[in-house]
């Protein structure tokens, strides 16, 4: 029974680790586009106060509405808290899957000696496919943090048995 659980958990945590590199890269697109449309509206922003500027120049127009300007502050703090919101997203996911990768490292050494070749091989996949790498914090875990991960993992698989 112990040998299905150790599959079985694994797989859910690969699955698990597969939404959140998911989810990361989705917002990271989000944050990009974020980004381009903040940029963007600097440089219409900047040409309309020189346009503005240009015309006061040539016909004693006034300058700059004022509603213009606040709307442009409005505009780029709702774009700027919105990054924000997704920056904060982005490194919860990254601890999610910091966590994950820790979880599933053990379990995947468990499981080697219990599972066929070609199951293996499914696994190996769809864990090359998710960049651990990349995700990791500078918090690396320590040789003794992943036995003990691995020990706290054979515990609680003897107890669920």
């Known amino acids: 029974m112990e040998k299905i659980n150790n599959v079985e958990d694994l797989m859910g ?49 006034v300058p700059i509405d004022l509603m213009l300007i606040i709307g442009f502050l409005l505009i780029i703090f709702i774009s700027f808290s919105n990054f924000y919101k997704i920056q904060n997203a982005i490194k919860v996911e990254l601890r999610v899957l910091n966590k994950l990768y820790n979880l599933i490292d053990p379990l995947k050494s468990l499981a080697k000696k219990d599972i066929s070749i070609m199951k293996m091989a499914t696994i190996e996949m769809r864990l090359s496919r998710i960049d651990f790498g990349n995700y990791q914090s500078k918090e690396k875990p320590n040789q003794a943090e992943k036995q003990l991960n691995l020990e706290k993992l054979k515990e609680r698989l003897s107890l669920d048995s």
């Open 13 to 61: 945590l690969i699955e698990l680790a597969e939404n959140a590199s998911d989810k990361i890269d989705k917002l990271k697109n989000k944050r990009f586009l974020n980004s381009f449309g903040i940029i963007l509206i600097l440089i219409f922003f900047t040409i309309g106060v020189l346009y503005s500027y240009a015309a006061y120049q040539a016909n004693g127009l």
